[in-house]
């Protein structure tokens, strides 16, 4: 335990030190300020009807800015994790030390979550400001952000993975971000294809789905079922990446 | 009797079907400081990592304190202390930081973490640059940040893969005294391709060459070796060096004569003698007997190389 702590805390410093995390939040939340601005415009304008929408369903998945930041910010948080340590040798000092493999990998995982956490921690205070000002209901909004940081476990999954397999940070941020696409394009088909059973796998593996119903404010246990088991089979993988050098003759 | 610290069986590591070592075998009994003497590509680098766990060997077995490394990893890695070729640490990290993280990540109990980063930090004679980032040391002393954190957890077993390459002599006196010092209580696996550093630091000596073990000696014994081979090395004028070589060769216990060169009416030969016996009077009564000038006479020693033509042609 006292392993696990020393190591993430060691990933979360590493964030504090690198120029890189500070560009990525600074263009996170300014991207997060822009959409709550134009949410405000939005919800001022006499001409919509106030009950089209829930600002927690237009925060939450409902613009571009949010999708956007989804799929880059993830890489941006783990292209340097393990790949860096390849590039400079450090991994081989890391598991020379009598730490387990999960112990390392869950780490990493960690601290790029927790930083991802942050940023979206970070976020609350807009909706501070609101509750100045207007009455709304934090439900939904509390369920958004539990479906954004559930989301971010997986995107985070994959981007540790793709670090794992590269010693150049540009080409693990861009396999995870492909991969993303990928996983986000999936979400898409829904309006191509007719197909009941089809639709409902790809229903069940949307992300724009599953985060319509978090800020709606449901709480489902299949998407968390989801995500976590994703989750899982990306660290698992990342760990026999790492291990691979020791097993294979 | 207890098993030997390090212990090494028939171990065979291919590169992509090139083998680095071909079916090495050799143990180091606890409590000694052995030498793996080898010149660059010998393998060393190779069987350390497969000591440690880095890498895992084609075939054939190692063995750390009596526990398999591959099938103990965890385990090992508690007893060893290993200080790689090229050494890699966080830059963005202060010296006292990034040891206190090694101590932690090492398992070493918090009440003892403070004492045991005292200890190491003076061991390594850097107290002073502690609070430095280690991104800016100097490669002397990144390699000392590298060495005190295997001196944390104070292992039974440390591994130093040429812990003295890139430093500067007086670094490296003082390196070979930490290591001298270190040896009374630990058992050490030193590589180098340094002679002269086996022959301060360690007891027992094994050499690799291309992959396998030439021999296993004591400092001693590599010594006896070293003064068997002699080597003079002359410089003639006023014959040409047919007529000296074939003069040369006409010497008692001349077992070699090698021509260096000619330049300017001067030439140049190196003369190998049968071990033990001194051949330089002789010469010089053969030069006075010819009238020839002899410019220079000199007793060479035995480089490392000479020593690998000698254990891997006579044996
Ligand atoms: N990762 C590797 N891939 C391919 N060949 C390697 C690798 N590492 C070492 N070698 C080769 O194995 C041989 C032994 O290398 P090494 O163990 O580093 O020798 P030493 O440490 O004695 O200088 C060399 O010929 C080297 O080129
Ligand atoms: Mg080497």
Known sequence: ?249 | MTSPAISIRNLTKRYDLIPALSDISFEVPAGQIMGFLGPNGAGKTTTLRILTGIIAPSSGSVWIDGLDVTEHSLEVRRRIGYLPEHVALYSEMRVVEYLTYRARIKGIPRAEQSSRLKSSLEQCALTDVSRQLIGRLSKGFRQRVALADCLLAKPKILILDEPTIGLDPHQIRQTRELITTLGRTTTILLSTHILPEVEITCQRVTIIDKGTIVAVDTPEGLRQRRSGLQLVRTQWRGAPPSVIESALKQLPNVMRVTFQGQSDGICSFDIESQSGQDIRESIFHMAVKNQWTLRELSQQQASLEDIFVQLTTHE
């Open chain 1, 1 to 249: 335990m006292q392993n696990l702590l020393a190591l993430t805390t060691r990933e979360v410093k590493a964030f504090w030190y690198s120029p890189m995390a500070y560009a990525v939040g600074a263009l996170f939340l300014f991207m997060q300020g822009g959409v709550f601005t134009l949410l405000i415009t939005v919800l001022n304008d006499p001409r919509i009807d106030p009950t089209w929408a829930k600002i927690s369903q237009l925060f939450f998945g409902g613009t571009f800015f949010f999708w956007f930041s989804i799929l880059i910010i993830p890489p941006l948080l783990t292209m340097r994790t393990f790949s860096e340590e390849k590039r400079t040798g450090t991994i081989e000092t890391l598991l020379t030390a009598p730490v387990s493999d999960a112990q390392v990998v869950l780490a990493k995982f960690l601290g790029a979550w927790l930083a991802y956490l942050l940023l979206w921690v970070c976020t609350v205070v807009l909706f501070l400001i609101l509750s100045t000002h207007t009455r709304f209901d934090w439900g939904p909004i509390i369920t958004g952000y539990a479906g954004t940081g559930l989301l971010g476990s997986v995107l985070i999954s994959f981007g540790i993975l793709a670090s794992s397999l590269t010693r150049n940070q540009v080409i693990a941020a861009l396999l995870s971000f492909v991969a993303i696409l990928l996983l986000f394009s999936l979400g898409l088909l829904d309006a191509f294809i007719h197909n009941p059973q089809a639709t409902s796998l790809i229903r069940y593996l949307s992300l724009i789905e599953h985060t319509r119903d978090f800020s709606r404010g449901i709480l489902d246990t299949r998407p968390l079922v989801f995500y976590v088991s994703l989750s899982a089979v990306c660290l698992f993988l990342t760990g026999r990446v790492i291990a691979s050098p020791r097993w294979r003759s």
